[in-house]
Nanobody, 110 residues
Framework: VQLVESGGGSVQAGGSLRLSCVVSGYTLGNICIGWFRQGLGKGPEWVSSIGGDKTIYSDSVKGRFTASRDNAGNTLFLQMNSLKSDDTARYYC???????WGMGTQVTVS
C-alpha cells in the first residue's frame, strides 16, 4: 500500500492550494480516508475524513477546506481556500483505520 501526497507549496495568506493523495495497492471503495497535518513543534492534528458519502472537518478548517475523492482513480483531494499562517504544516493522507500513511507534503502560508 502506498499513499503519495502532492500539491503543497508556499502561498500568501488568503491564497489557495489543492492537495492530492494518490493511493495504490489498496482499493478505497467506501473505506474512510483522511487528511492530517503537523506543524513544526506541534502534535499531529486531524483535518478531515471521508467515509462513504459523509465528509467531516475539524472546526479549524470548516468552511475553508473541501475534501473530495475519486473512487475510480483512488485519489483524494483537499481544496484549501482562505489560507492562514496557522495552516502552515506538513499535510498527510491516511487510510486503513490510519494504518497506512503517506510521506506528506509541506504547506507554508506567509
Amino acid at each position: 500500500v502506498q499513499l503519495v501526497e502532492s500539491g503543497g507549496g508556499s502561498v500568501q495568506a488568503g491564497g489557495s492550494l489543492r492537495l492530492s493523495c494518490v493511493v495504490s495497492g489498496y482499493t478505497l471503495g467506501n473505506i474512510c480516508i483522511g487528511w492530517f497535518r503537523q506543524g513544526l513543534g506541534k502534535g499531529p492534528e486531524w483535518v478531515s475524513s471521508i467515509g462513504g458519502d459523509k465528509t467531516i472537518y475539524s472546526d479549524s478548517v470548516k468552511g475553508r477546506f473541501t475534501a473530495s475523492r475519486d473512487n475510480a482513480g483512488n485519489t483524494l483531494f483537499l481544496q484549501m481556500n482562505s489560507l492562514k499562517s496557522d495552516d502552515t504544516a506538513r499535510y498527510y493522507c491516511a487510510t486503513g483505520a490510519w494504518s497506512y500513511w503517506g510521506m506528506g507534503t509541506q504547506v507554508t502560508v506567509s
